[in-house]
C-alpha cells in the first residue's frame, strides 16, 4: 500500500526537473560548467538523503505550484524566490 506522507512537498524548478526528468541540463544556464556540477551534487544529495529518511519523491499537481514564494525549496533549501513546484512524499504504508 502506498501513502502520500507529505501532500504539499514544494520544491523549485532546478529540483523539480532532477525529480521529474533526472535531467540536470537545465542547471547549466546560469552557472558555469564546475558551479552546475558542484549544485548538481547538492541537489541529488539532498534528495537521496529524503529519499532514504522519509520516501519517495513523486511530483505532485500542477496546479498547486507556488507562480512566486519565498519560501525556501523544500528539497534543496534555497531561498531564492521563485517558481515553487507541487510534489508529494510518498512511503509504504507498513511500519518500519
Ligand atoms: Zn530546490
Known amino acids: ?6 501532500d504539499a512537498f514544494m520544491v523549485c524548478t532546478d529540483c523539480l526537473m532532477i525529480i521529474a526528468n533526472d535531467d540536470a541540463s537545465g542547471l547549466d544556464y546560469s552557472l558555469g560548467e564546475e558551479e552546475a556540477g558542484a549544485w548538481e551534487r547538492e541537489i541529488r ?3 537521496a538523503e529524503i529519499q532514504r529518511q522519509v520516501g519517495q519523491i513523486a511530483v505532485g ?4 505550484d507556488d507562480e512566486f514564494s519565498s519560501s525556501p525549496c ?15 512524499i510518498l512511503g509504504s504504508g507498513r511500519e518500519h
Open 1 to 6: 500500500m502506498v501513502i502520500i506522507i507529505d
Open 74 to 88: 523544500a528539497c534543496c533549501g534555497i531561498r531564492l524566490a521563485g517558481w515553487r513546484h507541487h510534489c508529494v
Open 61 to 64: 499537481d500542477g496546479d498547486r
Open 45 to 47: 544529495g539532498a534528495i
